[in-house]
């Protein structure tokens, strides 16, 4: 197909992406945005195939049916609570495919046929500058490929608990540096000697094992920031492999992908009052005065039954549920609908609070609370719902731990002082449902659980939840 | 490619980098994570230059052709899985 005609239908699929991420901004017109920028890739892909230097078409086909079979399978199969590992497995792959088209480049530039004209088995690259721009995107590209592709490994592996540890590279962020020192000063000798093909190697070890040691030492709550973090390298891998192959549907997208993720990346930090180099190297309890649990809970903790919250959900008129992980992990999601089903049905307003890093990744909560179809007008972000506790009669908060930490507002010592939190000691009564008195990610204890007005309900926080609902369908 | 298609192509990418920070920013968080599998899904546009590679007659050695396949494989992996899911956690936004 005509070079010329080829660009154009790229240029309508960028456009369809566009429309589509602009889709995104609104639940409403949001599947009709992700259609369009389905069909935006399936034009580009068409439109590639009948480009004329594609002359066989086995290893295309039977990758394109085993990709599609396998990729199908599990976007069917996957449980809405394993969203996260879903995304971080998905950012791997990506990463991993720009790795594989460097390195195909490289081979292919490497291992010219015999009979080719003079010029290009003298410079393989390119002349000049051009050869030396073409190195360095092929480099980049395999760098940032590979830390995107074991990183991403890593986090799924922790994010499914195949991994329950945390483990470092000794000297922490030194050894990190360390390699990526090697693979940079490997990148800077590739310009100089192309064709030195143990530089190459030397890159792709180096990358592997930077994402691998960048992500074992992160756990928990931090894997938010990871996630968008991977996401946004595997758009840049995607849009600097757009610079090897001249390709413009590859740089935009690559492009808008790489803004994603660094914007979802920046609200996490914010959202944690952390920097991201404190994310990733630092730990989350630095310095400051930390409080013993027994200090802060020595005798004051009151625990309740789920009938007795029952009779005081009888006669609240507002009740907020505030969401965390622990929801997610006792699939909780479906009976706290149910509860806000029978609250609303004796006329109480109810909404959820949601923290921007509730949960393993950005928006986890919503879309765990839309599977079990709770409206998102009732899904409310936190700058809007803080200054409502004050009117709330109870709130009711399952599975979140730091993200409610009262020290965070007002200890000045405190690890987490200035993380913007849910202000859910302001409501007149707060119920905490959870296993124990065990400390959140931040590991430490939470002032919040000790107060006059809490009531803790130890136990499994959907078999709680489901009391309630029963107890108060019952009243 | 020649220096002016360079910075041709360096001007679409500075471009889109300032069009990303505009469409995104407009993203509520309730639509955080679809946005997160969406946008991978298109990062799976690195399909194409996987094709290219697996399929091209200046690749016709097996190394090559087999690189191409292992990019084939992820790229498509990237792009069926994300737009399915995305699919699946949007629709469920949609419903009432």
Redesign the interface.
């Known amino acids: 197909m005509n070079i010329t005609v080829v660009n154009l239908i790229y240029l309508a699929a960028a456009v369809l992406f566009i429309l589509g991420i602009k889709g995104l901004g609104k639940p409403k017109t949001a599947v009709r945005g992700n259609l369009m920028s389905a069909a935006g890739m399936f034009i580009a892909v068409v439109v590639t195939l009948f480009d004329r230097s594609i002359v066989s078409y086995e290893y295309i086909i039977a990758g394109v049916v085993i990709g599609s079979l396998v990729g199908a399978i599990i976007a069917i199969k996957v449980q809405m609570t394993s969203m996260p590992q879903m995304v971080a497995i998905l950012n791997g792959f990506g990463g991993g495919s720009s790795l594989a088209i460097a390195l195909a480049e490289y081979y292919a530039k490497t291992h010219i046929p015999a009979g080719a004209a003079a010029e290009l088995m003298a410079a393989p690259f390119g002349d000049g500058i051009m050869g030396l721009i073409a190195v360095l995107a092929i480099s980049l590209t395999i760098l940032i490929g590979a830390v995107t592709l074991t990183g991403s490994f890593v986090a799924f592996a922790k994010l499914q608990e195949l991994m329950k540890k945390d483990y470092g590279l000794p000297g922490g962020p030194v050894g990190n540096g360390l390699l990526l020192l090697v693979a940079l000063v490997a990148v800077g000798a590739l310009c100089v000697e192309p064709t030195n093909a143990t530089l190459i190697t030397v890159i792709v070890i180096a990358a592997l094992l930077l994402g691998l040691f960048l992500v074992l030492p992160i756990g928990g709550a931090d894997m938010p920031v990871v996630i968008a973090l991977l996401n946004s390298y595997s758009g840049i891998a995607g849009a600097f492999a757009g610079f090897i192959l001249g390709n413009t549907v590859l740089i935009v997208a690559g492009s808008l992908v790489g803004t994603s993720g660094l914007i979802l990346t920046k609200i996490m930090c914010v959202a944690m009052n952390r920097s991201l180099a404190n994310v990733l190297f630092g730990k989350m309890a630095g310095g400051g005065v930390t409080v013993s649990a027994d200090e802060v809970y020595g005798g004051k903790v009151k625990s309740a039954q789920a009938d007795e919250v029952a009779m005081m959900l009888e006669t609240a008129k507002r009740v907020v549920i505030v969401p965390g992980f622990g929801m997610a992990m006792a699939q909780a999601q479906h009976a706290v609908r149910e509860l806000m089903d029978v609250l609303e049905a004796r006329g109480t307003e109810v909404e959820f609070a949601i923290h921007p890093v509730a949960g393993r990744m950005p928006g986890h909560m919503n879309v765990l609370l839309a599977e079990a179809e709770v409206p998102y007008e009732k899904l409310i972000e936190m700058e809007r719902i803080n200054p409502t506790f004050e009117e709330t009669d109870i709130a009711i908060v399952i599975g979140a731990n730091d993200v409610t930490n009262p020290m965070a507002r007002e200890d000045k010592g405190s690890p987490i002082y200035g993380m913007p939190i849910l202000n859910v000691d302001k409501a007149k009564t707060v119920i905490v449902v959870k296993r124990s008195l065990s400390p959140g990610f931040a590991g430490l204890p939470n002032p919040l659980f000790a107060m006059d007005h809490t009531y803790m309900v130890y136990g499994d926080g959907k078999k709680a939840i489901i009391e309630m609902t029963t107890a108060l369908g019952s009243a | ?3 002016n ?2 910075v041709m ?1 360096l001007a ?2 500075v471009l ?2 300032f ?3 505009e ?39 097996a ?34």
């Open positions: 490619m020649d220096m298609t360079l192509l679409l990418f889109s980098l069009l990303g920070v469409l995104i920013t407009k993203v509520p968080p309730t639509l955080h994570t679809p946005l997160m599998s969406g946008t991978n899904a298109i990062s799976g546009i690195t399909l194409v230059g996987a094709l290219l590679a697996a399929g091209s007659d200046s690749s016709s050695t190394v090559n052709n087999i690189l191409g396949f292992v990019a084939v494989v992820l790229a498509t992996l990237n792009v069926v899985g994300g737009y399915l899911v995305t699919n699946r956690m949007l629709a469920m936004f949609k419903r009432k």
